[in-house]
C-alpha cells in the first residue's frame, strides 16, 4: 500500500513538472496562448501544483479583474437641458437619458447577480453548493459587468461633452465591435440553457439551496428572481438596437451622428443574429438530447443524437379527438417535434414541483408517443378530405377505428361534418330561392304563401349558411389536421390517421403548414445540399438556413437562341391571402411579367400566376421591337370624401406596368386582373432606345442609350402621364443602364459615375464611383443606409452611402466561388438584388451567390460567410427579381366581407360565365346594397368556407352588423378570391383604407431568377456539370424563403 501511494505521487509530480515545462517553453518560443497564460498565473501569483477544480476556477481566457470606482468614475450623469434646441436634439437628449438609465439599471443587475448569489453561495458555511457546481451557474457574469463598466466609463465621458458634440454612434461601435464583446456574450449564451439545468437540479435535490433562492426573491425589492436577473444580458443587445432606432429617427441628414449611429445599429444587429441563432441552437440541442432519451427505438435515438442541429421547430399543440357528431371526447397536451425529414409526437410528463417552476423555467421531460417519415405527412384542411387516397382508411387519433367501412373512403370526425352541413344548407337555398321566384308569379293572394314570407325563408337559410361558415372559419383558423400514416391493416393495405391539433394561435398554424411544405422541399435532390459555403472548407450550408429552390421551369413555349431575357417585375396583390393553406405554401400571390429582347428578334412579354406554388403561365403579350426594361407602378392611395364617406376613384388609379422598347418608346399597361392592355404610349424626341425605368410619387423617369433621362410628369392626379409634358436632363455621353430612387431624389448611372437627381426640383450632383473611365455601373440595389453598385468590368461590388456618399466597403465576388472549380479567375455580375438580409449576386457564368446583409436601418455591409447555389444557369444571370406580400393577421379575423347576396352560390356556373360577371362587377358600380360599399365579388368555389370573413351568401342587416363587426372591422375592403377551384387570375377588392402599419404582420418571400438553361453543379468538380436542360432554353429558378411570423 505504502509502495503504491509513493509511486501514484511521483507520477502526480512529474505530471505537474511537465507542465511547468510546457508552459515555460511556450513562453520562451514566444506562442501567444502560452505567453498570456504564464503572465496571466505570474501576476495572480497562482501555483501550478493546485488541483483540477482550482484551474477550472481561474480559467477566464485572460479577463483580468479592474475594479472601477465610483468615486474615481461617477455613473453617466446628462446636465439640465440647455435653451434654444431644436425638437430633434430634445428628443434625442431625452433617449440619451433613456440610454443612460437602461445601462445604469443593467450593470445594477449584473452586480445583484455577483453580490447577492454568487459571493454568497461562494462563502456559505457550511456550503449550500460545491464550487465546482456554483461557477458553471455563474459563467461569464464576470466578465460582461467589466465589458459594461468600461462602457459606462466611456459613455459618462460622452455625456459630459453631449452639448458640444452631440455624437454617441461612435462609441457604440467602439465598444461592442470587439471579438472579446462577441466571446464573452457567446460563451455565456451557449452555457445559459446549462445552467438553467443545473439551478432546477440543485433545486430539487439541495432544500438549503431552494430556500436560498427563495429568500433572495423575498427579500430583494422588485421581487425578481435569479432567472429574471440572468436572462438579461441575453435580452441586452436588442434593447440597445431598439433605443439607437429611435435615435437615428430623430438624428436629421447632415447631422455628425446619422453614420456613426448607422453603423452602430449594423454592428449590433450582426452580434444579436449570432447570439440569437447560438440561443436557438443550444435550446435545440437541449430539447433534441430530452427527446432522444425518450425513444425507445434505437435507430431513431441515435439518428435524434447525431442530428441535433436539424430540428426546425418544435411547439406545445393540445391534440383533441372528437367522436362521430363533432363532440369533444378529451384533449390533451402534446409536443410536436418538427425535424429535416420526421415529424415526432411526445406526450408531456410532469414538470415538477410549482416551487421550483416560480423560480426557474422547468423544461418538460417527454415520451414519444408516434413518429413519421415527413413525406407521408399531408396537412388536410376542413373540407378537403375527399381528396385524399380512397383506399386509406381514416382513423381518428385516440379513438378507436369505425367498424363500418366508408364508401366514400373518408369517415365524418367532427369538424368535416360542418362541410356536408354547409351544402346541404346551400341546397335548400337554391331551392328555396327557386320556390320564391315561382310564388313571385302566383295570380292570386294567399296567407303565410307570399314573397315576403319566401324571402324571410331565404334570409334565415343565408344567416344559417353564415354561421356554419364562421364554424368552418373557426375550424381552419387554429386548427391542424395531420394525416399520418400507420401500420397496415391486416390485409396489408395502407392505413392513416387523422390527427388534430389546435395550435396557440392562427398565426401558429402557419408556421407549422409553411415549415412542413418547405421542409418537404428541402428534402429534393435539388436541395440536398442546395447551398455551399464559400469560406469553411467547402462545407455545406444546414437546410433551413438558406433558401430553398421550389422549382425551376421554361419561360416559353418555344425555343429560340435568339431571344435574350432583360427584365422582370413582379405585380403584387396587396390583400389577404385564399386561406391558410394558400398563405402558408404559395408564392407571393400576384403575377409575374418576364420581357425578352436581343438582336434581330421581336419582344415578348410572358406573364405568370403565382397563386399556387410554381408559377403557371398566364398570358403573352407580343411586341414590335425588343424589350429592354419594366417597371411595376402601383396604384395611388385612394382619396376619400370626408363628408359622405364615397371613395374617389380616378381613371388613372389601377396599378401599371412600364414597358421600355429598344425603339424609344414607352408603354403603359393596366395590370392583368384589368385585361393587361395598353393605356397610352410615350415617346422620347430622338427615339432613343429606353434602358431603365423608375417611378417616384408623379413622375416617371426614363433613361436612356444617349445618356438622357425623360421626366414625364402627371399633370393631374386623375390621370396618367402627360406625353406632351416632359423634361429631358442630360447626365451625360454613356448610357443610362440603371437607376434608383431613394425618397425624393433619383440615381441614374452614366458610365463610371452616379448622378443624384433631387425629384422636386430636378436639381443634379454628380460623383465618381469607379476610378477605370472605361468602366460603367450596370446594376444597383438599396437598403437601409446604402446602395451596392456592380460594374460592367471586374468582379468587385461596392458599396456606398446613401447620404454622405463615402465608399464604405468592397468586395471580390471570385473569391467567394473558388471552390467551385470553375476555372474564371474574374467573374462579371450581371444582377443584384438585396432580400430579408440577403444580397443576392448572379454572374456572367450563371452562378448565384448570396452575401448576408443588416435586416434594419443600419449599413448593408457584408457581415459574415457568403453561400454560393449549386443550382446554376448555364449562360448569365440576366435578372434576379424578388417577390413579396405581406398577410396580416387582422385580415383573418375580420367577420365581414360583404352584404349583397352572392348570384354564383348554389348555382353550377362555368369558368366562364363566371369571369364574365367578375369582369362586369369589377369595371362598373356595384348595384344595390352593394353600391359605395366596393365592388360586389363573385365565385364559384365548392365552398365559401376559404374566404376570409362573412361570406358573401349572408345579407347583412343592421342588427348583424352592430353585433357582428362591433368587435371586429366592418366591411371588407382589401380581399381578394380565387376564380374557381384552380384559379388562374386574382379578384381585386378596395384596398383597405386603414393603416396596418403597426400590425403583427405575415411575410411570404420568393427570389425568381432568369438565364439560359439549368445545371446542377457538384462540389469540386467542373463548372459545367451535369446539365439537365438545353443551353438555349430560357430558364425562371425559384427559389422559397420561409415565412417570417
Not at 415549415?515 to 433551413?544: M, Q, Y
Amino acid at each position: 500500500m505504502l509502495m503504491d501511494s509513493l509511486i501514484r505521487g511521483c507520477r502526480a509530480t512529474y505530471r505537474e513538472s511537465q507542465m511547468v515545462q510546457q508552459l515555460m517553453k511556450a513562453a520562451r518560443s514566444g506562442t501567444k496562448d502560452g505567453l498570456e497564460k504564464t503572465k496571466i498565473a505570474v501576476m495572480r501569483k497562482v501555483s501550478f501544483l493546485q488541483r483540477k477544480e482550482q484551474l477550472e476556477e481561474e480559467d477566464d481566457a485572460g479577463y483580468l479583474d479592474v475594479a472601477v470606482s465610483e468615486m474615481k468614475h461617477p455613473p453617466p450623469q446628462l446636465s439640465s437641458m440647455p435653451e434654444g434646441l431644436t425638437s430633434h436634439q430634445v428628443v434625442r437628449r431625452h433617449i440619451l437619458g433613456s440610454i443612460i438609465q437602461s445601462e445604469r439599471s443593467y450593470l445594477e443587475s449584473l452586480r445583484r447577480i455577483l453580490q447577492e448569489y454568487h459571493r454568497p453561495l461562494m462563502e456559505a458555511d457550511p456550503r449550500i453548493l460545491s464550487p465546482r457546481k456554483i461557477r458553471p451557474i455563474f459563467y461569464r457574469i464576470r466578465e460582461i459587468t467589466q465589458c459594461h463598466s468600461m462602457f459606462q466609463i466611456a459613455l459618462a465621458s460622452r455625456v459630459a461633452e453631449w452639448d458640444s458634440s452631440e455624437k454617441i454612434g461612435d462609441l457604440f461601435v467602439a465598444s461592442f465591435s470587439k471579438s472579446m464583446v462577441l466571446d464573452v456574450y457567446s460563451d455565456y449564451v451557449n452555457n445559459f440553457t446549462n445552467a438553467m439545468a443545473l439551478i432546477k437540479k440543485a433545486c430539487m435535490s439541495k432544500p438549503a439551496f431552494l430556500e436560498f433562492l427563495k429568500k433572495k426573491q423575498a427579500s430583494s425589492a422588485d421581487r425578481i428572481t435569479l432567472y429574471g436577473l440572468m436572462v438579461k444580458p441575453i435580452q441586452r443587445f436588442p434593447q440597445f438596437i431598439l433605443l439607437l432606432q429611435d435615435m437615428l429617427k430623430n438624428t436629421p441628414r447632415g447631422h455628425v451622428d446619422r453614420l456613426p449611429l448607422q453603423l452602430a445599429l449594423t454592428e449590433l444587429e450582426m452580434l444579436a443574429e449570432k447570439l440569437n441563432e447560438q440561443k436557438r441552437v443550444a435550446d435545440q440541442i437541449a430539447e433534441t438530447q430530452q427527446l432522444a432519451r425518450s425513444v425507445s427505438d434505437r435507430l431513431l435515438s441515435k439518428q435524434l443524437n447525431s442530428e441535433q442541429g436539424s430540428l426546425i421547430l418544435c411547439e406545445t399543440l393540445i391534440e383533441t379527438v372528437y367522436g362521430e357528431r363533432g363532440q369533444v371526447l378529451k384533449s390533451k397536451e402534446r409536443k410536436a417535434f418538427l425535424f429535416d425529414d420526421v415529424l415526432i409526437c411526445g406526450n408531456i410528463n410532469v414538470k415538477g414541483p410549482p416551487d421550483i417552476s416560480s423560480l426557474v423555467p422547468v423544461g418538460p421531460k417527454y415520451t414519444m408517443k408516434w413518429s413519421a417519415p415527413l413525406q407521408q405527412v399531408q396537412v388536410v384542411e376542413v373540407g378537403q378530405e375527399g381528396a385524399q387516397n380512397k383506399d386509406a382508411f381514416f382513423q381518428q387519433s385516440g379513438a378507436k377505428r369505425p367498424s363500418v367501412s366508408c364508401t366514400s373512403g373518408k369517415a365524418i370526425l367532427g369538424p368535416p361534418r360542418l362541410y356536408q352541413e354547409l351544402q346541404e344548407l346551400q341546397h335548400d337555398l337554391s331551392v328555396v330561392e327557386e320556390v320564391t321566384l315561382l310564388v313571385g308569379t302566383m295570380q292570386g293572394t294567399y296567407q303565410n304563401l307570399n314573397t315576403t314570407v319566401a324571402q324571410d325563408w331565404c334570409l334565415a337559410l343565408q344567416r344559417l349558411i353564415r354561421i356554419k361558415e364562421e364554424q368552418i372559419q373557426s375550424a381552419n383558423k387554429c386548427r391542424l389536421r395531420l394525416q399520418v400514416p400507420g401500420r397496415p391493416d391486416k390485409s396489408g393495405r395502407p392505413v392513416s390517421f387523422m390527427v388534430v391539433f389546435n395550435t396557440p394561435s392562427p398565426l401558429s398554424k402557419i408556421s407549422w403548414v409553411n415549415r412542413l411544405h418547405l421542409a418537404k422541399i428541402a428534402l429534393r435532390e435539388e436541395n440536398s445540399p442546395g447551398w455551399l459555403c464559400g469560406e469553411d472548407e467547402g462545407k455545406t450550408v444546414a437546410v433551413f438556413s438558406c433558401p430553398l429552390l421550389s422549382c425551376h421551369m421554361p419561360v416559353f413555349a418555344v425555343r429560340s437562341p435568339e431571344r435574350k431575357l432583360e427584365a422582370a417585375l413582379h405585380n403584387p396583390v396587396h390583400c389577404a391571402l385564399l386561406g391558410f393553406s394558400a398563405a402558408s405554401t404559395s408564392l407571393p400571390p400576384g403575377y409575374l411579367w418576364v420581357a425578352s429582347g436581343g438582336d434581330g428578334s421581336e419582344g415578348q412579354i410572358e406573364i405568370f400566376s403565382l397563386n399556387r406554388p410554381t408559377p403557371r403561365a398566364l398570358k403573352s403579350l407580343q411586341m414590335g421591337c425588343p424589350v429592354r426594361c419594366l417597371e411595376y407602378v402601383p396604384e395611388p392611395s385612394l382619396t376619400e370624401d370626408v363628408e359622405t364617406g364615397v371613395h374617389k376613384a380616378p381613371s388613372g388609379i389601377s396599378a401599371n406596368i412600364c414597358v421600355g422598347l429598344d425603339d424609344g418608346r414607352v408603354l403603359v399597361y393596366g395590370s392583368v386582373d384589368t385585361a393587361a392592355q395598353c393605356l397610352l404610349t410615350l415617346h422620347n424626341p430622338e427615339g432613343c432606345p429606353v434602358l431603365s425605368l423608375k417611378h417616384c410619387s408623379r413622375f416617371l423617369f426614363a433613361g436612356l442609350q444617349n445618356g438622357t433621362m425623360m421626366v414625364y410628369e402627371r399633370t393631374n392626379e386623375d390621370e396618367l402621364w402627360d406625353p406632351d409634358s416632359y423634361r429631358a436632363v442630360a447626365l451625360g455621353s454613356e448610357p443610362v443602364r440603371t437607376m434608383l430612387v431613394l425618397d425624393d431624389s433619383v440615381w441614374a448611372s452614366c458610365g463610371n459615375s452616379v448622378t443624384v437627381v433631387d425629384i422636386p426640383s430636378v436639381t443634379t450632383q454628380k460623383f465618381e464611383v469607379h476610378p477605370d473611365p472605361v468602366v460603367s455601373v450596370v446594376h444597383m440595389t438599396c437598403a437601409g443606409g446604402g446602395v451596392w453598385m456592380a460594374f460592367s468590368q471586374g468582379s468587385s461590388i461596392r458599396l456606398f452611402h446613401t447620404e454622405t456618399l463615402e465608399l464604405l466597403q468592397e468586395i471580390n465576388i471570385s473569391s467567394r466561388s473558388t471552390l467551385l472549380n470553375t476555372g474564371q479567375k474574374s467573374m462579371q455580375v450581371t444582377s443584384l438584388l438585396i432580400c430579408q438580409g440577403l444580397l443576392w449576386v448572379g454572374t456572367a457564368q450563371g452562378l448565384i451567390i448570396t452575401l448576408p446583409v443588416p435586416k434594419l436601418e443600419g449599413i448593408p455591409k457584408i457581415t459574415g460567410r457568403g453561400m454560393m447555389s449549386l443550382n446554376a444557369h448555364c449562360g448569365p444571370v440576366d435578372f434576379l427579381v424578388a417577390t413579396t406580400s405581406t398577410l396580416s393577421p387582422e385580415l383573418l379575423k375580420r367577420d365581414s366581407v360583404g352584404d349583397a347576396p352572392d348570384p354564383c352560390a348554389g348555382e353550377d356556373r362555368s369558368d366562364g360565365s363566371c369571369q364574365e360577371s367578375l369582369q362586369q362587377h369589377g369595371s362598373g358600380p356595384a348595384d344595390g346594397a352593394g353600391r359605395g360599399r366596393g365592388v360586389l365579388l363573385q365565385y364559384k368555389l365548392r365552398s365559401t368556407a376559404g374566404l376570409p370573413g362573412r361570406p358573401l351568401t349572408a345579407l347583412g342587416d343592421e342588427a348583424s352588423d352592430s353585433s357582428q363587426d362591433s368587435l371586429e372591422h366592418s366591411v371588407e375592403d382589401g380581399s381578394i378570391y380565387e376564380l374557381s377551384d384552380e384559379p388562374e387570375t386574382w379578384v381585386r377588392g378596395r384596398p383597405c383604407k386603414k393603416d396596418s402599419g403597426h400590425r403583427d404582420r405575415v411575410m411570404s418571400a420568393a427570389i425568381i431568377s432568369g438565364g439560359k438553361g439549368y445545371r446542377r453543379l457538384k462540389q469540386g468538380a467542373a463548372a459545367g456539370t451535369r446539365t439537365s436542360e438545353d443551353g438555349s432554353e430560357d430558364i425562371l429558378m425559384v427559389w422559397q424563403l420561409p415565412l417570417t411570423v
